[in-house]
């Protein structure tokens, strides 16, 4: 696991106490190419990544300053293919059809059968290659709902792929998990009840929740909109999201790390305040031990409660939550 740290536009102030910061862990989380790895990368390295790379892991480090408050940010992106193996299960079963003729040539016929073999770790990282040989045989679209279809329904722990085992490893101990969907594909929202939400009640019930909009730049894209109008679909909107959010008791905020550095830096802003809220609320409770299920050590940090007040005021000046 890499660990990048970046401080660059997050100076001290000067005669602060650098042991006076505080520390925060956030987990990121949505469905595969939502766009996490863009957000975090362009928060923490102030640059976006111009390929995509499917995530396993990755760790960065960043740190925030509000309200001469120094921040000390552990934040985790994780993958978000969860639901690969039961997709390629399905397109084993009931549509071999769809790549008949396949001799072991055709490499999505390989794919498959690395799936019946049981290599479910290796195969979702050719998830994404299965689908673009499904297009060719169906149609973009078709693959796509093919492949997603109503798994998320079905979907339950005991068959899910080589992620959904790793992913749990990065929730413990955190203060927020981040919950990403792609504004320009209208099923990665539904994946926050169909998947996020249960998965963080399961691993941290007590974790506070953000839902990002992300790709907000795609919302007026001519491209996006020509694609998902021709399967009667139209971009995620402001409502739609903000109605999710309410569902999951969680703020909502939209960001585009492709256009504008400063949404994303938002979204950090408001989860570094609810991370803080957290702890000060689990101080009032008395350091109770209403820990999560695997959460074994939750530490007491007193010197949250004491700036929690304060970056209230600052959240309310510079980001527009729910
Ligand atoms: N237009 C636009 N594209 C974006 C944005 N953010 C990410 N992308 C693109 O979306 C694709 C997926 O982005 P990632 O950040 O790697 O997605 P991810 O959620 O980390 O994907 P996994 O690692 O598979 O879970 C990449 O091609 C990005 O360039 C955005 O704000 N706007």
Same mark, same amino acid.
């Given at each position: 696991? +890499?660990?990048?740290?970046?401080? @660059?536009?997050? $100076?001290?102030? =000067?005669? /602060?106490? =650098?042991?006076?910061?505080?520390?925060?862990?956030?987990?990121?989380?949505?469905?595969?190419?939502?766009? !996490?790895?863009?957000?975090?990368?362009?928060?923490?390295?102030?640059?976006?990544?111009?390929?995509?790379?499917?995530?396993?892991?990755?760790?960065?480090?960043?740190?925030?300053?509000?309200? !001469?408050?120094?921040?000390?940010?552990?934040?985790? #992106? *994780? %993958?978000?293919?969860?639901?690969?193996?039961?997709?390629?299960?399905?397109?084993?079963?009931?549509?071999?059809?769809?790549?008949?003729?396949?001799?072991?040539?055709?490499?999505?016929?390989?794919?498959?059968?690395?799936?019946?073999?049981?290599? *479910?770790?290796?195969?979702?990282?050719?998830?994404?290659?299965?689908? %673009?040989?499904? &297009?060719?045989?169906?149609?973009? @679209?078709?693959?796509?709902?093919?492949?997603?279809?109503?798994?998320?329904?079905?979907?339950?722990? $005991?068959?899910?792929?080589?992620?959904?085992?790793?992913?749990?490893?990065?929730?413990?101990?955190?203060?927020?998990?981040?919950?990403?969907?792609?504004?320009?594909?209208?099923?990665?929202? #539904?994946?926050?009840?169909?998947?996020?939400?249960?998965?963080? @009640?399961?691993? &941290?019930?007590?974790?506070? /929740?953000?839902?990002?909009?992300?790709?907000?730049?795609?919302?007026?894209?001519?491209?996006?909109?020509?694609?998902?109008?021709?399967?009667?679909?139209? =971009?995620? %909107?402001?409502? @739609?999201?903000?109605?999710?959010?309410?569902?999951?008791?969680? =703020?909502?905020?939209? &960001?585009?790390?492709?256009?504008?550095?400063? $949404?994303?830096?938002?979204?950090?802003?408001?989860?570094?305040?609810? &991370?803080?809220? +957290?702890?000060?609320?689990?101080? +009032?409770?008395?350091?109770?031990?209403?820990?999560?299920?695997?959460?074994?050590?939750?530490?007491?940090?007193?010197?949250?409660?004491?700036?929690?007040?304060?970056?209230?005021?600052? !959240?309310? +000046?510079?980001?527009?939550? /729910?």
């Amino acid at each position: 696991m +890499k660990e990048r740290r970046s401080i @660059q536009k997050l $100076s001290l102030q =000067p005669g /602060m106490d =650098p042991s006076q910061s505080l520390k925060c862990k956030i987990v990121v989380v949505g469905d595969s190419q939502c766009g !996490k790895t863009a957000l975090l990368h362009v928060f923490a390295k102030d640059c976006f990544p111009e390929n995509y790379v499917p995530t396993v892991f990755e760790n960065y480090t960043a740190s925030f300053e509000i309200d !001469k408050q120094r921040i000390e940010l552990s934040l985790w #992106d *994780t %993958s978000g293919y969860w639901y690969v193996s039961r997709a390629c299960a399905r397109i084993t079963q009931e549509r071999s059809d769809l790549l008949s003729g396949g001799t072991g040539k055709c490499p999505a016929d390989r794919c498959l059968r690395w799936a019946s073999a049981g290599r *479910t770790a290796r195969l979702a990282l050719t998830f994404g290659y299965v689908v %673009s040989c499904l &297009c060719q045989a169906v149609g973009f @679209q078709s693959a796509v709902h093919y492949c997603l279809g109503d798994l998320g329904l079905h979907a339950s722990h $005991s068959c899910s792929p080589y992620y959904d085992n790793v992913r749990p490893l990065s929730y413990p101990d955190s203060d927020a998990v981040i919950i990403c969907f792609d504004i320009s594909r209208p099923e990665t929202l #539904d994946s926050v009840l169909k998947k996020w939400k249960g998965e963080i @009640q399961e691993f &941290c019930p007590n974790t506070k /929740m953000l839902l990002v909009g992300c790709k907000s730049d795609l919302r007026t894209d001519l491209t996006t909109l020509v694609e998902l109008s021709n399967h009667r679909q139209t =971009p995620v %909107s402001y409502d @739609q999201g903000s109605a999710m959010a309410k569902q999951i008791s969680a =703020p909502y905020i939209e &960001c585009s790390a492709v256009q504008s550095e400063n $949404s994303v830096r938002d979204i950090f802003h408001v989860a570094t305040l609810a &991370c803080v809220n +957290k702890n000060n609320k689990n101080i +009032k409770r008395n350091k109770s031990a209403r820990s999560t299920k695997r959460i074994s050590h939750m530490p007491s940090r007193p010197d949250l409660a004491a700036v929690s007040t304060d970056l209230r005021k600052d !959240k309310a +000046k510079s980001c527009t939550v /729910m």
